[in-house]
């Protein structure tokens, strides 16, 4: 059966550190709800309650459209392999963009992404675990390099102008804020 935690356990954050996947909800107030899969080495655990994911560029924003108007995001684990579990991470969330110096309090924990958009810093308010029983085994069988290598063959200056073509508003209109200074 599934628990509610106040916090991210020592063997929740080795769960979370050795999931290749993580999905990202967020909502505004009206508008559609997102799901995002995101993959890659950018999460971190960086105390009990606390995490910071890297973004990087992709499709959409709606992530960063979704916390500038309502802070509140979900975060959940799947073990496709090994011992079944899902884990949940609710809480409040801040979008942090290269103009700001809480961008480079983190930057620093991940591995260098030209792709890199935003950071996002999650306040933890409650940690929920369940079964995951049904969730499918699946073997993992490597990362898919193709967005970063996108990335670095784009540079700084053409993902700054995909930014500014394809990640400054959402699907709903919203605004993203991505280069605004």
Request: aromatic share 10%.
């Amino acid at each position: 059966m599934g628990k509610k935690i106040e916090h991210i356990t020592a063997d929740l954050q080795d769960f979370i550190e050795n999931q290749k996947i993580f999905f990202v909800g967020t909502a505004s107030r009206d508008g559609t709800v997102n799901v995002s899969p995101k993959g890659t080495d950018s999460l971190r655990v960086i105390g009990k309650n606390k995490i910071v994911w890297l973004n990087l560029t992709g499709s959409g924003n709606e992530t960063a459209a979704h916390l500038i108007r309502n802070d509140r995001m979900t975060i959940m684990f799947c073990a496709f392999e090994g011992k079944p579990l899902i884990l949940r991470l609710y809480g409040k969330a801040k979008i942090y963009h290269k103009r700001d110096s809480d961008f480079y309090k983190y930057i620093s924990l991940f591995p260098e992404n030209v792709g890199g958009r935003q950071i996002i810093e999650m306040d933890v308010d409650l940690v929920q675990t369940s079964c995951g029983l049904a969730v499918p085994l699946m073997d993992f069988k490597e990362e898919r390099t193709t967005l970063n290598t996108w990335a670095e063959k784009q540079g700084k200056d053409k993902i700054e102008e995909y930014w500014k073509n394809k990640n400054t508003t959402s699907i709903d209109g919203f605004e993203t804020k991505i280069l605004d200074d």
